[in-house]
């Protein structure tokens, strides 16, 4: 999502006469787009303003902005903190860069801006004319913004403000134009895709009756969605994945723990049957369907058996790719105010085991893969020694091809025999 911002204020800003410069050193305007996620994320960017404070006192006109959560979450206090940024805004200023940016010509004080927009649809109006560059063969497309599941670890709901979606018809004028322009695989994005459309919408539509409807737009090869949570993931959904051919293979799904206890305490609202149930019914609709997950160890309160659960729940579904966190309590979360029961070092532990256990179970899954013949989407030249481009094939697994210089470009789809795998990607040479 913070690519997508990005994006986003890189198209406002080029739009103002803003290009884009290879190194720091040759910017006029220098934008750190944060997350606040976990406290690691917050720590980089302090470290990374730290390189960039002597480059403002080397240049007093040089622009130095912070955007996104940590902006929403800090604000002022940023100010104080580095007294060189002109200024901080928050994620839901995104549109409002250009004009951050003319004050800070007119004006000498740092300012703030994190309100939230009070508008009761999103909108993310059309610009029209050249874009900064050009899009590649994936783009993504926000389709709703902010949470109103109130995680009780999450800080999202709180930096990200209230769920709103986009109007639909803008979402199919939005991917026609983005298709026109060269792309061929749609990502749909949200903190929950599937609260799509719940409410404020003039013309209201539930989440996968927007899947059915991009998937009739011409020139789309690939649709893909991401995330979701699993109390919002409907049968419906299910069902989309059998009936549309442009819908990929692949669902990310987070389960955060595989312990009834700790989703209570987590506020995640279902229990592990109800997610199983949901991954068996979608294996059995569609069988080669890859699952990735995000998983988070050393919850407060978390016990070594709990925990257990968790490595049980993982093998039993064989995801293909996790994402795994020690939990980071963050200001302002319900369970903040828990007692941060585990200790460090066994955060730790249980991290490592979690990634030994995924890095076995995407080895098994991707050894399926070898001396089979998959489709692959090509994104662009392989930066692997030896192999000729990268893309994707349906379940996202990453893929390093040989063969084709010259035949293919970036957006071709191309048949790849899977030789061996390396790491969580599969290598081949294309048919
Ligand atoms: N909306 C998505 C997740 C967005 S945040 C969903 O509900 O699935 C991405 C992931 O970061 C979460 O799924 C969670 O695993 C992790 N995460 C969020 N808050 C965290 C925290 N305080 N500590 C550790 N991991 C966290
Ligand atoms: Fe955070 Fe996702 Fe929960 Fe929303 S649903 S509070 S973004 S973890």
């Given amino acids: 999502m913070n690519v997508a911002d990005t994006d986003r204020m890189e198209l406002i800003l080029f739009h103002s006469g803003y290009q884009r410069t290879q190194e720091k050193e040759d910017a006029d305007l220098i934008l750190v787009n944060t997350c606040s996620i976990r406290e690691k994320a917050e720590q980089k960017t302090f470290s990374l303003f730290g390189g960039l404070k002597p480059l403002k006192a080397a240049n007093p006109d040089l622009i130095l902005g912070l955007t996104g959560c940590m902006g929403q979450q800090d604000g002022e206090k940023l100010l104080k903190r580095m007294p060189y940024l002109d200024f901080v805004l928050g994620p839901d200023q995104v549109e409002g860069i250009g004009k951050a940016v003319n004050r800070v010509h007119e004006s000498e004080k740092p300012f703030v801006w994190t ?12 610009i029209s004319g050249d874009l900064p560059q050009k899009p590649g063969a994936s783009a993504f497309v926000n389709i709703i913004k902010g949470c109103d599941k109130f995680c009780t670890f999450c800080i999202v709901p709180f930096t990200r403000g209230r769920e709103k979606s986009r109007e ?68 419906e959904t299910i069902r989309a994945y059998r009936d549309l051919d442009v819908l990929m293979n692949h669902l990310h799904l987070p389960i955060q723990s595989g312990n009834n206890e700790i989703l209570k305490s987590m506020r995640r609202d279902h229990t592990v049957e109800e997610y199983l149930e949901l991954i068996d019914e979608l294996k059995s609709e569609v069988p080669d369907v890859s699952l990735t ?39 302002g979360t319900p369970a903040n105010e828990f007692e941060d029961s585990v200790p460090e070092d066994v955060k730790k532990q249980r991290l490592q085991e979690l990634i030994q256990l995924q890095n ?17 989407l090509i994104e662009g030249n392989s930066g692997k020694p030896g192999y000729s481009f990268k893309g994707r094939n349906p379940q996202y697994w990453r893929v390093n091809a040989t063969g084709g210089e010259g035949l293919y470009k970036p957006g071709d789809r191309v048949q790849v025999c899977i030789e061996q795998t390396s790491g969580h990607g599969l290598c081949g040479a294309i048919q």
């Fill in 168 to 235: 639909p018809e803008e979402l199919y004028q939005e991917i026609r134009h983005l298709i026109k322009q060269g792309a061929k695989e749609i990502i749909l994005l949200g903190q929950n895709v599937n609260s799509y459309g719940k409410r404020g919408l003039n013309n209201p539509i539930p989440f996968h009756k927007l899947l059915y409807g991009i998937a009739e737009i011409p020139g789309l090869e690939r649709l893909r969605f991401t995330t979701s949570h699993p109390n919002d993931f409907t049968r």
């Fill in 115 to 126: 309100g939230f927009d009070s508008e009761k649809v999103y909108t993310i109006p059309e």
């Fill in 360 to 376: 076995r179970l995407t080895e098994e899954q991707s050894n399926l893969y070898k001396g089979k013949t998959i489709e692959m």
């Fill in 293 to 331: 997950t995000d998983i988070i160890v050393g919850f407060p309160g978390e016990t070594d058996a709990q925990f257990q659960d968790t490595l049980k729940v993982m093998e039993r579904v064989g995801y293909s790719s996790s994402f795994m966190f020690s939990y980071s309590p963050r200001p």
